[in-house]
């Protein structure tokens, strides 16, 4: 691969970032926060291939007045670089579900504290993470009573239970871990793994225990549950920030 190809496959992989994180795509590798960081790389390098056509150029000229021979062809472990490009183009993978979840244990954590809910006598939209913080840990007397709405995928274990489910991410789909619920009550006839729920229900002071990591796993006593698409950025990033 001599240099311009070299600046070519730059090029590419530059731009194919700023696509990633123009779009939603990025949000199935990193986290939202890391999107400037990720703009900002596509065009440092989209800089760097065109510095290195000029510099190119440049040389090719200076080797033609000077009347050089030809340069020494560059190892072929160069077009090695063309594979992340490719991933990035090609592989889109979804976002990680059920699967995954089951075979990590709940990444459910001791909040600093429990802030009161929005005001209002409706239900209140919660996370997983904040909802599973709150019964776990507050024994659901931050709940105060209210009906709560929660949105995540569904997972059934070996036994056919079922538990809500969110990824929580620190910086990338790479260390995203799951938070559970267990649900109860009145749940729809069929369950289909990951398929995404947003269930209304209120808090179950029942409690188990995650058999990968022996985690806490609250329960949530469902009163209705309804089918919706997957959103916009399906991994939750509010437990570490």
Not at 31 to 48: F, H, T
Request: aromatic fraction near 8%.
């Amino acid at each position: 691969m001599n240099r311009q190809s070299q600046a070519a496959v730059m090029f590419l992989l530059g731009a194919a970032l700023l696509h990633a994180g123009s779009t939603d795509l990025y949000l199935r590798y990193v986290k939202a926060g890391l999107q400037p960081l990720l703009l900002a790389s596509g065009a440092v390098l989209i800089v760097g291939a065109l510095a290195t056509v000029w510099y190119e150029r440049k040389r090719h000229r200076l080797r033609r007045q000077t009347h050089e021979g030809h340069a020494h062809p560059e190892p072929r472990v160069s077009w090695l670089l063309l594979l992340p490009l490719l991933a990035l183009i090609l592989i889109a993978p979804p976002a990680l579900g059920s699967y995954s979840a089951l075979r990590s244990g709940t990444a459910l954590q001791k909040p600093y504290g429990l802030g009161p809910l929005p005001g209002g006598s409706g239900p209140v939209q919660l996370s997983v993470v904040d909802y599973a913080s709150r019964a776990a840990y507050g024994n659901g007397r931050s709940l105060g009573g209210r009906t709560v709405r929660v949105t995540g995928f569904l997972a059934l274990d070996g036994s056919g239970a079922p538990y809500l489910v969110r990824m929580a991410l620190n910086c990338c789909a790479a260390d995203a871990q799951p938070v559970k619920i267990a649900l109860t009550g009145q749940l729809p006839p069929v369950l289909r793994p990951d398929a995404w729920l947003t269930v209304t229900g209120s808090y179950s002071p029942r409690l188990s225990r995650d058999p990968v990591n022996n985690g806490p796993i609250p329960y949530l006593k469902v009163t209705s549950a309804q089918p919706v698409p997957v959103p916009h950025d399906p991994y939750d990033e509010t437990w570490n920030n």
